[in-house]
């Protein structure tokens, strides 16, 4: 079965403390991304990647790093979280411009 | 860079009622335009896509949308809602190199029954 799996689905961490959303598809997509969604302000870009180690800054990347060091995973790494980053994650695969294909969310708590 | 504006945030509707949200995007170029639905607790389905074509496209559920090249505009339609439609709804764009679609901030519909 085609899909996007992202773990943990949720998650409640205190401020400062490294943390790791990992994010697979199994569809051999070349593009990947990652979004947050908060109430009133929709689904904004954190990272995206065009293939493996070719990655590119969203529209908020602040406080957020990526990697891309084989096709299917494109984990998102916290370095130091903090309160406003407390969010609803989501990670997507695409192979063209046609559909992108979204994971189940990671709702991530920063305390 | 491309961007997507939803012109309505939140409807609330009896069951029944038809449907329109609106959707304009800012891009002089070629697109690709998606109408995403998230159920509550779920996360975004397809619900329609237009790529080239016949301007109007119909999509799952009786959902359908209508590309006005010259408006810059895609706005979904229902013509009768059902309770089972309460969702958010995002509008989305992509173009040119951009394998990655730019997103709507979203309409939230509410059907009563």
């Known amino acids: 079965e085609a899909q996007v799996t992202q773990n943990p689905r949720y998650l409640i961490t205190v401020t400062g403390k490294k943390l790791t959303v990992t994010c697979s598809q199994n569809m051999n997509h070349e593009y990947m991304s990652w979004y947050r969604q908060d109430p009133g302000l929709g689904l904004r870009q954190i990272y995206y990647?065009?293939?493996?180690?070719?990655?590119d800054k969203g529209d908020v990347p602040e406080g957020y790093k990526v990697s891309r060091k084989e096709k299917r995973n494109f984990p998102l790494i916290l370095e130091s979280p903090s309160p406003n980053q407390t969010s609803l994650y989501f990670c997507a695969s695409s192979r063209d411009n046609r559909e992108a294909f979204f994971g189940q969310g990671t709702r991530l708590t920063v305390v | 860079a491309q961007s997507v504006s939803q012109h309505n945030h939140h409807v609330i509707l009896s069951e029944a009622a038809s449907l329109e949200l609106g959707c304009n995007y800012s891009y002089g170029g070629t697109v690709n335009l998606f109408w995403y639905v998230q159920y509550p607790g779920q996360h975004l389905q397809l619900l329609l896509k237009y790529f080239s074509g016949d301007p109007l496209v119909k999509g799952i559920k009786g959902f359908e949308a209508e590309f006005i090249k010259s408006k810059f505009s895609f706005n979904l339609r229902k013509p009768s809602v059902q309770w089972s439609d309460t969702a958010e709804y995002f509008c989305a764009v992509s173009s040119g190199g951009s394998y990655i679609p730019t997103f709507g901030r979203g309409t939230s519909l509410i059907v009563h029954p």
């Open positions: 990647s065009m293939n493996v180690e070719v990655t």
